[in-house]
């Protein structure tokens, strides 16, 4: 079974350009969450949806991000425009439903480097 | 707000031994599950084990295990008969069982390196 997919998986591009990451969660599952990792501050949580509306975007940083899931099998994590300071890893995870304990899947994460 | 801590950023250990990876938490709900995930190189986080609060018996996966402490909100992790293929970067998580979220609060990760 495919698991979480994201792309790419590694991106160099320079500031100010507009940059977006993908994510195709697994089938069947309905929540979707777009984690940030990097060495200051580890993994944060950017925003997660439920049956694709945003349930939390409070982690998002600023006005420069946002997220989008235009359905059940897509999600886009959009930069514009970029900074050096957004270079992380950026990961896609998705689970069924949003209160069990369903195990999160995620995915091999999304290498942003900004110059 | 909930945190959650692991003071050991690395730890090594010979092969074929044991290792404990220690995580402390702190909230004020009562019900929340707790998870240790792996992330090796690949880069791809995996799920190693997971508890719930309100089981008080610790949670077993074969060589890994768990001791929780919910008095003391710890929750450390045993890996017996360490492998190489253990090597990876470990972190504990945290969840409360809530209806109108689910956000997942990861620790700052323990680098666990596995010597021949």
């Known amino acids: 079974d495919a698991g979480v997919i994201q792309s790419p998986r590694h991106e160099v591009t320079e500031m100010g350009q507009e940059v977006t990451l993908r994510c195709k969660p697994i089938s069947g599952h309905n929540s979707l969450f777009w984690y940030r990792q990097t060495m200051m501050r580890g993994l944060e949580l950017l925003i997660y949806f439920n049956n694709n509306v945003p349930i939390d975007d409070s982690g998002m940083p600023e006005d420069r991000f946002s997220a989008k899931m235009p359905n059940a099998s897509f999600s886009t994590l959009k930069i514009q425009p970029s900074e050096p300071r957004d270079s992380a890893v950026y990961f896609c995870?998705?689970?069924?439903?949003?209160?069990?304990?369903?195990?999160?899947?995620f995915g091999e994460g999304s290498r942003l480097t900004v110059l | 707000a909930q945190t959650v801590t692991q003071s050991q950023p690395e730890m090594s250990v010979q092969e074929a031994e044991t290792v404990t990876l220690s995580c402390t938490y702190d909230?004020?709900?009562?019900?929340?599950?707790l998870f240790w995930y792996k992330q090796p190189p690949s880069r791809q986080m995996i799920l190693v084990i997971r508890?719930?609060?309100?089981?008080?018996q610790n949670a077993t996966e074969n060589r890994f295990s768990v001791n929780f402490q919910k008095a003391a909100k710890s929750f450390s992790l045993k890996i017996s008969d360490s492998q190489l293929g253990d090597a990876a970067m470990y972190f504990c998580a945290y969840r409360a069982r809530e209806t109108s979220g689910s956000r997942l609060t990861f620790g700052e990760g323990t680098q666990l390196t596995v010597n021949p």
């Open positions: 508890q719930e609060a309100y089981k008080q």
């Open positions: 909230t004020s709900e009562s019900d929340y599950y």
């Open positions: 995870a998705s689970k069924i439903g949003l209160v069990n304990t369903g195990e999160l899947f």
